[in-house]
């Protein structure tokens, strides 16, 4: 079996748990594009399906906050909704982004797998390989369970009410999940149980393209900071002293082919990075944007709505895990490619000639402007990002509190 076969095999695996997500809404980055024409119908239809349902999801929520803004002079009303509409509202920014650019992060991928290291003679190298990954394996299902698990227990939560009343022998009434205005009276027999079939499948597709899109994106950053950190691996190697038998002494042998080789996978990946960057620097920005706000509206409901509290406080938690994975891994591969230039002066540069010093000079050059994902350009990405926005969000919320407190 090829290097090449290996390689798409163990990235394909590491993105099993993301193609899961996208495959429910209706396209996929690995999967053999099928040339028959049903299959590629049902494809069509479940992907516009789906975006239907999220619009028409997302459009009822905007509906009815706008309504409570203008009849009601209450805060919590308000807001109560806010967090959802910010979550969906990244959602469908996400689902648009990532079909439009599918064919991108398609070749993205394939392209990954000239750069995937398949050797396991170099220990060190496989043990950074198999750490890179088990540790992306558990942010993936991190990630994923938060997710779930708040979904799931928005979607019982008006069941769970409803059972409790009637044990408690109070009047009871199954309630609905979402804060949305429907052109209908949905409180009619049938209507209701349509309404809330409409938002359980609202709420399950606004995960799975949250889910298919961020799993893609902390999964390809995980690959190149491994992929810059084994190169760090390669550099330091470089220089090594062999023995002269006519001399009597060691002595560094001439590594510049070895240089000039690293140097090429240090500028391939440089190229892949930008590539990446510009694929998901769209989405980047919806997420710095709508995260503040987001986890501000949700702490104000968790203080103010004890029946929905529990629901909220998952929420809070991937609303932070969600955030939090976008700055973590934009802000690894940062470190990485800075870490090239500090490999380099760790090498034995100093016991090269002067042809191996000039080379390895320009590389360290190269790499202290290192990689960063952008939030559409407008400012880089780091965990320094995540704690602004933690910031931002507490600086809302007081506000946010302070006027519902003065009314």
């Known amino acids: 079996m090829s290097s090449n076969i290996i390689a798409k095999q163990e990235i394909y695996k590491s993105l099993k748990l993301c193609n899961f997500c996208t495959r429910k809404i209706g396209f996929s980055f690995i999967d053999e594009k099928s040339i028959s024409f049903v299959p590629k119908v049902l494809s069509l239809v479940l992907f516009f399906g789906s975006t239907l349902i999220l619009f028409l999801k997302l459009a009822g929520q905007m509906d009815y906050a706008i309504n409570k803004l203008v009849t009601s002079a209450s805060v919590v009303e308000f807001v109560a909704g806010l967090h959802i509409i910010g979550y969906d509202t990244m959602s469908f920014g996400k689902l648009l982004t990532i079909w439009y650019k599918k064919d991108i992060f398609r070749n993205l991928i394939n392209e990954l797998a000239d750069l995937w290291p398949t050797s396991s003679h170099d220990k060190d190298s496989v043990e950074i390989k198999q750490k890179k990954l088990s540790s992306l394996r558990i942010g993936q299902f991190s990630y994923a369970f938060w997710n779930i698990l708040g979904l799931w227990l928005y979607n019982l939560t008006p069941v769970v009410i409803y059972v409790y009343r009637k044990i408690q022998g109070a009047p009871a009434q199954l309630g609905y999940i979402w804060h949305l205005s429907y052109p209908f009276d949905k409180t009619q027999p049938v209507y209701h149980e349509l309404s809330f079939v409409f938002e359980i499948c609202g709420g399950m597709v606004s995960v799975w393209a949250m889910l298919g899109s961020d799993i893609l ?76 706000v987001d986890i501000c509206c949700v702490v104000f409901n968790i203080l103010l709505d004890p029946w929905m509290a529990m629901s909220n406080k998952f929420f809070l938690g991937a609303a932070l895990t969600q955030v939090g994975i976008l700055c973590w891994y934009a802000d690894d591969i940062f470190t990485s490619s800075s870490g090239v230039a500090n490999a380099v002066y760790e090498s034995s540069w100093y016991q090269n000639n002067i042809r191996c010093q000039r080379a390895l000079l320009v590389m360290m050059q190269r790499s ?40």
């Open 368 to 407: 202290q402007k290192p990689l960063y994902f952008t939030a559409l350009k407008f400012s880089s990405i780091t965990m320094s990002t995540y704690s602004s926005i933690l910031i931002n969000s507490y600086s809302y919320f007081t506000l946010l509190y302070t006027v519902y407190r003065s009314d």
């Open 217 to 292: 994106f902390m999964t390809m950053a995980s690959h190149i900071s491994m992929l810059l950190q084994l190169l760090q691996l390669k550099i330091r190697h470089l220089g090594t002293l062999e023995y002269d038998r006519h001399n009597d002494q060691y002595k560094c042998k001439d590594c510049y082919r070895d240089i000039i080789s690293v140097i090429k996978i240090h500028q391939k990946l440089i190229m892949y990075g930008n590539n990446l960057e510009d694929a998901f620097s769209v989405v980047n920005l919806i997420n710095v944007l709508l995260s503040s």
